[in-house]
């Protein structure tokens, strides 16, 4: 036992009071201010920078601006700075010490001795007491800093003018500071406002020196006052003035013979700047002006980036402009600050820790790999801490203070870490410990909840609950734990809980670490703590109670939930587990296995069921189904399925079985609940905990699926397992059912495929195919016609038949009895492409046969298009009369009379003469309007004969895209034609929309039918303009209704707009909005009092009037608004929130109704009353279930920061402004 205590080792008491913030120009404490400072890179950045900047003589602006978060120790260096100019009085010994101990002091001071400078005056301020100088220009701060350099009083203003008069113009400064006069010298007198002006006029006529002066008489020094008075001014003291005022010093300090700059520092800018714009101005004209006129070296600090408050404020930033000559300062690192303030030893103190910490055991913490720590290698500066710990402990503070907080690590920068680390020497008497005590964190965990707010109340009971249910040990390691699982950077292993609960230096750390691991036991055991036995060492962490609550509601969710959800969620995971395999329920796929092409097939899943002994038939793939259920249900469903489909009546062909254990299920059952009950909000230990349950639940089915047995109707045996034989397995399938299928080897292009297909069988194209599919399709590629193959069978199929549906033909592939089943859509696709494009059939759609080659193509490209098909099997002439007859129908609007095609070709020549111009007119038209795909030149230039008096060729006529094209003309001309085409005033109509209503449903609409991808039809562009007529109308008609209750007699938008003219001027709208906005914070009416302005005025409303503002939804709140400022028995709704409110913020300020009630008080937007009455009801059952339930200390089901039922289903039947409502259409697609 000794009478040594931990306080005898410290240089200074760890007792000791806080100094207040640092002030730049307090310089008292200078030789503290350097023991205490920590160089970083950034600050010796600063000062390189610096050093050059004094040391130029250029016309480069010469300022720089520090910009660093609170307590990161700018103002400490500006401090240092001012000191290490050696101009500071009293202090001129104390610079050469800043430059031997620091390097970027020593570069600095090197650079001024090197420089024009023989003295280097700081004139440093603080803004940060922003009231202090609310009345002083900036200009007049720094003259006044001149004043204080120089020594002359500045207090009167007029006494700091007066005597800087005195002295650059005649000298007699300092000769009026030696007098004596009635006992008094000036300083004395300055302090007796009433004695000053006497003393002065009393004093200087009778002083030395004064002779031919204007203070040689009573008189003369009266007028010298009032002249400093007139010239200094508070609020109107200019940076030209100061200006002139630092030249005229600088001139006549040189008369020395000696070179004098002023060093401007102004610390805290951005806090003096503040949101006040004005205040930024005259910063920026401030220095500006010195700039411009001495360019003195200015030194800025501020929180904020000098060039953001430019961009705010001003709204342009130039990159070249003095005011982005910014420097970063990171300050040194908060547990530094509190080792070289606090923690710093006495010499002798420091060879006392030296000692203790050589017998001491290794309670150095193991790092995770990513932690961002660095080690200092201190561990005597950082005791009675260990090295790691004031690390730690800023983390851990970091943490829990930006729990609801979005916030960067600096946030704890500062002061925070240093009061709670005073705090221990003080509350918790640390002070008076025997050396050798080290700090345990449970006791850190003590000290931050006594000490702060930041240890959430569950976090409290937990730790209650531990105390009630553990010992001592169990209660110090659930501390522990609580505390690192704020950050990521410690392992919580039980090597790194046990060192950081070791409490002296004399620990018995393995005894200590086999009490901690007994710990562990109990605490897991008792449903505390878990463990992560993946992580390798073994982790641990403390269950909050949220989680332990959380969980107990997701067991009775979990319980509850319907058998329909459970096996929907489970063929859900399943698929997941394989989707570039597994297929939706009974969707059909295609893809190449085990060597067969474009193999079909299909899943269907049985859950948790029987499966059905009648299957639905499907003949256009293989079908494999999914049985997932407990075992004894897997072994009657295995043969009911087998005795179903075995035969050439069976349906299904593979049968894949998975069993699912009933652990398996409840997890199941526990993820679908979790996903329900988890809120976007949650915290971030309920998300690991679903991303580790759902993480073990897929890996689990995806286990089961790789390993599930298949089966076949014929083979009482497996076929094996998914993983390895489901291709194979399925391949036999389609090669056993479907004999007689079809496969393309080359993938169809159906547009370009078709193009080539018309040119081969022309004789001009290539065949697109290979050889195979050639011999396949039946076709000699030399000399390009039909032969044997698919396609003669084909038409052999269909010999005598006229016309056949495509409906009939898919049958072929996809029906009951089709011939060739399990044949894709590509294959078909290319067939009847073939045939058509040998002239052995013909594709009809709405009874008009399809000439162009790529359109037939587009048209296989989709099942549903095929069905919507005719293939006609006696095709006339391609050459011949059909496409003609197309291509007049197309253009005329009606089909040829007659079938003479050279009196057809006749009349169209006389058309084309007749109507050349509009035709001309028309095809410039689409050429302007559209996108260059859709054009009319090949139809202008097959017309063009006879636009001139010939007669056009019909081979030319009927060639493509010509066909294409007159069908395009078809829909374009009565768009363009007429003296007023309905083109231009569809745009017409659509300007107004975009100028009015951007952002309209309507507009978008409007916009999308012009641009010009496709040609619209007549119809859809004048149903467009009707409903844009009307959604105008709509618009001003509400107002009026919002604004008077009734509808509007008038229809016109003049008459509408005159209706709500005359309902501003009826009604005084004004004094309701003022009563509204009185009691009511947040909302605005500006459009309805520019509305009520226009309508006083000699000025009409106009649309324009309504549609820029936001009258409409204004009006719609006011309306909101009267109802809850209506009278009611309990007093208006509004006033009902209010005060629910400040007893749910009293009593529950976190309730989840709370926040509710807050957000319908805030706005912007209002609450409708129905919202408002529900609120209340809301609110009042909280209220009463409180104060039923504050006797009942079991009641831990819910958690009070949740939300109730009724809450939850006021959110959905009532969800607020700017919710997201998502509408899940595809469950009724399944």
């Given at each position: 036992m000794t009478d040594t205590t931990l306080e005898s080792l410290f240089a200074r008491s760890p007792t000791r009071e806080l100094e207040e913030v640092q002030k730049v120009n307090e310089v008292g404490q200078a030789?503290?201010?350097?023991?205490?400072?920590?160089?970083?890179?950034?600050?010796?950045?600063?000062?390189?920078?610096?050093?050059?900047?004094?040391?130029?003589?250029?016309?480069?602006?010469?300022?720089?601006?520090?910009?660093?978060?609170?307590?990161?120790?700018?103002?400490?260096?500006?401090?240092?700075?001012?000191?290490?100019?050696?101009?500071i009085e009293g202090l001129e010994t104390v610079a050469p010490k800043l430059s031997s101990q620091f390097s970027g002091f020593k570069?600095?001071?090197?650079?001024?001795?090197?420089?024009?400078?023989?003295?280097?005056?700081?004139?440093?301020?603080?803004?940060?007491?922003?009231?202090?100088?609310?009345?002083?220009?900036?200009?007049?701060?720094?003259?006044?800093?001149?004043?204080?350099?120089?020594?002359?009083?500045?207090?009167?203003?007029?006494?700091?003018?007066?005597?800087?008069?005195?002295?650059?113009?005649?000298?007699?400064?300092?000769?009026?500071?030696?007098?004596?006069?009635?006992?008094?010298?000036?300083?004395?007198?300055?302090?007796?406002?009433?004695?000053?002006?006497?003393?002065?006029?009393?004093?200087?006529?009778?002083?030395?020196?004064?002779?031919?002066?204007?203070?040689?008489?009573?008189?003369?020094?009266?007028?010298?006052?009032?002249?400093?008075?007139?010239?200094?001014?508070?609020?109107?003291?200019?940076?030209?003035?100061?200006?002139?005022?630092?030249?005229r010093t600088k001139r006549y300090l040189q008369e020395s013979g000696e070179t004098y700059e002023f060093l401007i520092g102004l610390d805290e800018v951005a806090i003096y700047v503040g949101d006040q714009q004005h205040r930024y101005r005259e910063f920026l004209e401030t220095v500006d002006t010195l700039i411009a006129d001495i360019n003195p070296p200015i030194l800025g600090t501020g929180q904020w980036s000098l060039r953001d408050m430019q961009q705010d404020f001003m709204g342009e930033v130039d990159p070249e402009a003095w005011y982005t000559n910014e420097i970063p300062l990171r300050g040194a690192d908060t547990e530094i600050i509190v080792r070289k303030r606090w923690l710093r030893k006495s010499d002798s103190g420091a060879n006392t820790v030296h000692d203790l910490l050589e017998r001491a055991p290794d309670f150095e913490l193991e790092l995770a790999d990513a932690s961002e720590y660095t080690d200092v290698g201190e561990p005597v500066e950082a005791y009675p801490f260990r090295e790691h710990d004031l690390w730690l402990l800023r983390e851990v503070m970091q943490s829990l203070k930006k729990e609801d907080l979005e916030v960067d690590r600096e946030y704890v920068q500062g002061r925070a870490l240093l009061i709670l680390v005073r705090s221990l020497f003080t509350s918790f008497d640390w002070s008076q410990k025997e050396p050798g005590a080290v700090v345990a964190w449970d006791e850190i965990y003590d000290l931050i909840e006594r000490e702060t707010t930041d240890i959430p109340g569950w976090a409290k009971d937990q730790i209650q609950k531990v105390e009630n249910t553990t010992d001592e040990m169990g209660v110090s390691v659930a501390k522990v734990l609580y505390l690192l699982g704020q950050v990521d950077a410690v392992p919580t292993t039980k090597e790194n809980i046990t060192r950081l609960l070791v409490s002296s230096v004399d620990t018995d750390i393995d005894q200590l670490e086999s009490d901690v691991e007994e710990a562990l036991k109990a605490l897991m055991e008792d449903n505390f703590v878990r463990t992560d036995e993946s992580v390798q060492p073994q982790t641990y962490r403390i269950l909050s109670k949220e989680i332990v609550e959380f969980w107990d509601q997701i067991h009775r969710e979990a319980a509850g939930l319907p058998q329909h959800q459970v096996r929907y969620n489970i063929e859900d995971l399943l698929r997941e587990a394989d989707r570039g395999r597994l297929t939706a329920d009974d969707s059909l796929r295609t893809r190449n296995i085990d060597g067969i092409s474009d193999a079909p097939y299909t899943f269907r899943y049985t859950v948790l069921d029987q499966v059905d002994s009648s299957p639905e038939p499907r003949f256009d793939g293989v079908v494999a189904r999914v049985l997932a259920a407990d075992p004894d249900t897997i072994e009657e469903s295995r043969t009911r399925w087998q005795e179903a489909n075995v035969g050439d009546q069976g349906v299904e062909d593979v049968l894949i079985v998975i069993e699912l254990s009933e652990g398996l299920r409840e997890s199941i059952r526990h993820l679908i609940a979790l996903d329900k009950l988890l809120e976007p909000g949650a915290s971030a230990e309920l998300r690991i905990e679903q991303q580790q349950e759902e993480e073990t639940v897929e890996d689990e089915i995806e286990e089961l699926l790789y390993g599930a047995k298949l089966y076949t109707p014929d083979h009482n045996t497996t076929r094996g397992t998914y993983l390895s034989n489901i291709d194979s397995v399925l391949a036999d399938a389609v090669r056993e059912k479907f004999e007689n299928r079809k496969t393309l080897d080359t993938r169809l292009q159906e547009v370009d495929d078709a193009r080539t297909l018309f040119e081969f069988f022309n004789g001009n194209g290539t065949w697109p195919f290979s050889s195979d599919d050639a011999e396949m399709l039946g076709v000699k590629t030399v000399p390009r016609e039909i032969s044997d193959g698919w396609a003669e069978e084909f038409l052999n199929d269909y010999a005598g038949e006229e016309l056949v549906s495509g409906e009939t033909v898919l049958e072929e592939i996809a029906g009951r009895r089709g011939k060739y089943l399990g044949t894709p859509r590509e294959a078909l696709a290319a067939l009847l492409i073939t045939l058509a494009a040998a002239n052995k059939i013909e594709i009809r759609r709405d009874g008009v046969r399809i000439e162009d080659p790529g359109e037939i193509g587009r048209v296989m490209r989709r099942l549903s298009d095929i069905r919507d098909i005719d293939i006609g099997f006696d095709p006339v002439d391609i050459e011949g009369s059909s496409n003609l007859k197309a291509v007049y129908q197309s253009l005329r609007g009606f089909a040829p009379q007659g079938n003479d095609p050279t009196a057809w070709l006749s009349n169209l020549a006389s058309w084309a003469e007749k109507n050349s111009s509009g035709i001309r007119n028309i095809c410039a038209r689409v050429d302007l309007e559209f996108d260059e795909e859709i054009t009319l030149d090949a139809l202008r230039d097959a017309l063009e004969p006879g636009m001139a008096g010939g007669e056009p060729d019909d081979a030319v006529l009927t060639e493509s895209p010509v066909p294409t094209q007159a069908e395009w003309f078809h829909k374009a001309e009565p768009l363009f034609e007429g003296e007023e085409p309905l083109w231009d005033e569809f745009n017409s109509t659509l300007e107004t929309m975009r100028s009015l209503y951007p952002d309209a449903a309507i507009t978008y609409k409007m916009e999308d039918a012009v641009d010009g991808s496709r040609i619209p039809s007549k119809e859809s562009l004048t149903k467009l303009q009707t409903e844009a007529q009307d959604f105008r109308t709509s618009q001003i008609s509400e107002l009026y209704h919002l604004l008077t209750g009734t509808t509007p007699e008038g229809d016109s938008i003049s008459e509408l707009c005159s209706a709500v003219e005359q309902a501003l001027l009826d009604?005084?709208?004004?004094?309701?909005?003022?009563?509204?906005?009185?009691?009511?914070?947040?909302?605005?009416?500006?459009?309805?009092?520019?509305?009520?302005?226009?309508?006083?005025?000699?000025?009409?409303?106009?649309?324009?009037?309504?549609?820029?503002?936001?009258?409409?939804?204004?009006?719609?709140?006011?309306?909101?608004?009267?109802?809850?400022?209506?009278?009611?028995?309990?007093?208006?709704?509004?006033?009902?929130?209010?005060?629910?409110?400040?007893?749910?913020?009293?009593?529950?300020?976190?309730?989840f109704i709370t926040k509710q009630v807050k957000r319908a008080l805030s706005g912007p937007d209002l609450v409708t009353p129905s919202r408002a009455e529900a609120l209340v009801k809301q609110a009042d059952a909280k209220l009463q279930s409180e104060d039923d339930d504050e006797d009942d200390e079991d009641d831990d089901d819910q958690d009070d920061d949740g939300p109730s039922a009724d809450e939850l289903w006021a959110e959905v039947t009532e969800p607020g402004d700017g919710t997201i409502v998502v509408i899940d259409t595809e469950e009724g697609d399944r």
């Amino acid at each position: 036992m000794t009478d040594t205590t931990l306080e005898s080792l410290f240089a200074r008491s760890p007792t000791r009071e806080l100094e207040e913030v640092q002030k730049v120009n307090e310089v008292g404490q200078a030789e503290r201010d350097i023991d205490e400072f920590y160089e970083t890179d950034s600050a010796r950045k600063v000062l390189t920078e610096l050093g050059e900047v004094v040391n130029s003589t250029g016309s480069q602006p010469r300022f720089r601006y520090v910009h660093a978060t609170f307590g990161s120790g700018k103002t400490h260096l500006l401090k240092l700075i001012g000191i290490a100019t050696g101009e500071i009085e009293g202090l001129e010994t104390v610079a050469p010490k800043l430059s031997s101990q620091f390097s970027g002091f020593k570069e600095f001071r090197d650079r001024l001795n090197s420089s024009h400078i023989d003295h280097l005056v700081p004139l440093f301020m603080n803004l940060l007491d922003r009231d202090k100088v609310r009345d002083s220009t900036l200009s007049l701060l720094i003259y006044e800093e001149l004043g204080n350099q120089l020594n002359y009083p500045t207090d009167p203003l007029w006494l700091l003018e007066w005597a800087w008069t005195l002295e650059v113009e005649h000298g007699l400064w300092e000769a009026v500071r030696s007098v004596e006069h009635d006992g008094m010298s000036i300083q004395e007198a300055a302090q007796d406002k009433a004695a000053l002006r006497p003393w002065l006029y009393e004093a200087l006529p009778e002083m030395d020196g004064t002779d031919g002066t204007p203070y040689a008489t009573k008189d003369g020094v009266r007028e010298s006052i009032e002249q400093a008075t007139g010239r200094i001014s508070t609020e109107a003291f200019t940076p030209d003035e100061l200006v002139e005022r630092l030249d005229r010093t600088k001139r006549y300090l040189q008369e020395s013979g000696e070179t004098y700059e002023f060093l401007i520092g102004l610390d805290e800018v951005a806090i003096y700047v503040g949101d006040q714009q004005h205040r930024y101005r005259e910063f920026l004209e401030t220095v500006d002006t010195l700039i411009a006129d001495i360019n003195p070296p200015i030194l800025g600090t501020g929180q904020w980036s000098l060039r953001d408050m430019q961009q705010d404020f001003m709204g342009e930033v130039d990159p070249e402009a003095w005011y982005t000559n910014e420097i970063p300062l990171r300050g040194a690192d908060t547990e530094i600050i509190v080792r070289k303030r606090w923690l710093r030893k006495s010499d002798s103190g420091a060879n006392t820790v030296h000692d203790l910490l050589e017998r001491a055991p290794d309670f150095e913490l193991e790092l995770a790999d990513a932690s961002e720590y660095t080690d200092v290698g201190e561990p005597v500066e950082a005791y009675p801490f260990r090295e790691h710990d004031l690390w730690l402990l800023r983390e851990v503070m970091q943490s829990l203070k930006k729990e609801d907080l979005e916030v960067d690590r600096e946030y704890v920068q500062g002061r925070a870490l240093l009061i709670l680390v005073r705090s221990l020497f003080t509350s918790f008497d640390w002070s008076q410990k025997e050396p050798g005590a080290v700090v345990a964190w449970d006791e850190i965990y003590d000290l931050i909840e006594r000490e702060t707010t930041d240890i959430p109340g569950w976090a409290k009971d937990q730790i209650q609950k531990v105390e009630n249910t553990t010992d001592e040990m169990g209660v110090s390691v659930a501390k522990v734990l609580y505390l690192l699982g704020q950050v990521d950077a410690v392992p919580t292993t039980k090597e790194n809980i046990t060192r950081l609960l070791v409490s002296s230096v004399d620990t018995d750390i393995d005894q200590l670490e086999s009490d901690v691991e007994e710990a562990l036991k109990a605490l897991m055991e008792d449903n505390f703590v878990r463990t992560d036995e993946s992580v390798q060492p073994q982790t641990y962490r403390i269950l909050s109670k949220e989680i332990v609550e959380f969980w107990d509601q997701i067991h009775r969710e979990a319980a509850g939930l319907p058998q329909h959800q459970v096996r929907y969620n489970i063929e859900d995971l399943l698929r997941e587990a394989d989707r570039g395999r597994l297929t939706a329920d009974d969707s059909l796929r295609t893809r190449n296995i085990d060597g067969i092409s474009d193999a079909p097939y299909t899943f269907r899943y049985t859950v948790l069921d029987q499966v059905d002994s009648s299957p639905e038939p499907r003949f256009d793939g293989v079908v494999a189904r999914v049985l997932a259920a407990d075992p004894d249900t897997i072994e009657e469903s295995r043969t009911r399925w087998q005795e179903a489909n075995v035969g050439d009546q069976g349906v299904e062909d593979v049968l894949i079985v998975i069993e699912l254990s009933e652990g398996l299920r409840e997890s199941i059952r526990h993820l679908i609940a979790l996903d329900k009950l988890l809120e976007p909000g949650a915290s971030a230990e309920l998300r690991i905990e679903q991303q580790q349950e759902e993480e073990t639940v897929e890996d689990e089915i995806e286990e089961l699926l790789y390993g599930a047995k298949l089966y076949t109707p014929d083979h009482n045996t497996t076929r094996g397992t998914y993983l390895s034989n489901i291709d194979s397995v399925l391949a036999d399938a389609v090669r056993e059912k479907f004999e007689n299928r079809k496969t393309l080897d080359t993938r169809l292009q159906e547009v370009d495929d078709a193009r080539t297909l018309f040119e081969f069988f022309n004789g001009n194209g290539t065949w697109p195919f290979s050889s195979d599919d050639a011999e396949m399709l039946g076709v000699k590629t030399v000399p390009r016609e039909i032969s044997d193959g698919w396609a003669e069978e084909f038409l052999n199929d269909y010999a005598g038949e006229e016309l056949v549906s495509g409906e009939t033909v898919l049958e072929e592939i996809a029906g009951r009895r089709g011939k060739y089943l399990g044949t894709p859509r590509e294959a078909l696709a290319a067939l009847l492409i073939t045939l058509a494009a040998a002239n052995k059939i013909e594709i009809r759609r709405d009874g008009v046969r399809i000439e162009d080659p790529g359109e037939i193509g587009r048209v296989m490209r989709r099942l549903s298009d095929i069905r919507d098909i005719d293939i006609g099997f006696d095709p006339v002439d391609i050459e011949g009369s059909s496409n003609l007859k197309a291509v007049y129908q197309s253009l005329r609007g009606f089909a040829p009379q007659g079938n003479d095609p050279t009196a057809w070709l006749s009349n169209l020549a006389s058309w084309a003469e007749k109507n050349s111009s509009g035709i001309r007119n028309i095809c410039a038209r689409v050429d302007l309007e559209f996108d260059e795909e859709i054009t009319l030149d090949a139809l202008r230039d097959a017309l063009e004969p006879g636009m001139a008096g010939g007669e056009p060729d019909d081979a030319v006529l009927t060639e493509s895209p010509v066909p294409t094209q007159a069908e395009w003309f078809h829909k374009a001309e009565p768009l363009f034609e007429g003296e007023e085409p309905l083109w231009d005033e569809f745009n017409s109509t659509l300007e107004t929309m975009r100028s009015l209503y951007p952002d309209a449903a309507i507009t978008y609409k409007m916009e999308d039918a012009v641009d010009g991808s496709r040609i619209p039809s007549k119809e859809s562009l004048t149903k467009l303009q009707t409903e844009a007529q009307d959604f105008r109308t709509s618009q001003i008609s509400e107002l009026y209704h919002l604004l008077t209750g009734t509808t509007p007699e008038g229809d016109s938008i003049s008459e509408l707009c005159s209706a709500v003219e005359q309902a501003l001027l009826d009604q005084d709208i004004i004094v309701e909005i003022d009563t509204v906005t009185e009691t009511i914070s947040g909302v605005n009416f500006e459009s309805l009092r520019e509305l009520d302005e226009i309508a006083a005025s000699a000025d009409d409303i106009s649309e324009s009037d309504i549609a820029s503002g936001n009258a409409v939804s204004e009006a719609s709140q006011l309306e909101e608004a009267r109802g809850l400022l209506e009278d009611q028995p309990n007093g208006p709704l509004y006033n009902q929130l209010e005060s629910r409110y400040e007893e749910l913020n009293s009593e529950h300020s976190d309730a989840f109704i709370t926040k509710q009630v807050k957000r319908a008080l805030s706005g912007p937007d209002l609450v409708t009353p129905s919202r408002a009455e529900a609120l209340v009801k809301q609110a009042d059952a909280k209220l009463q279930s409180e104060d039923d339930d504050e006797d009942d200390e079991d009641d831990d089901d819910q958690d009070d920061d949740g939300p109730s039922a009724d809450e939850l289903w006021a959110e959905v039947t009532e969800p607020g402004d700017g919710t997201i409502v998502v509408i899940d259409t595809e469950e009724g697609d399944r």
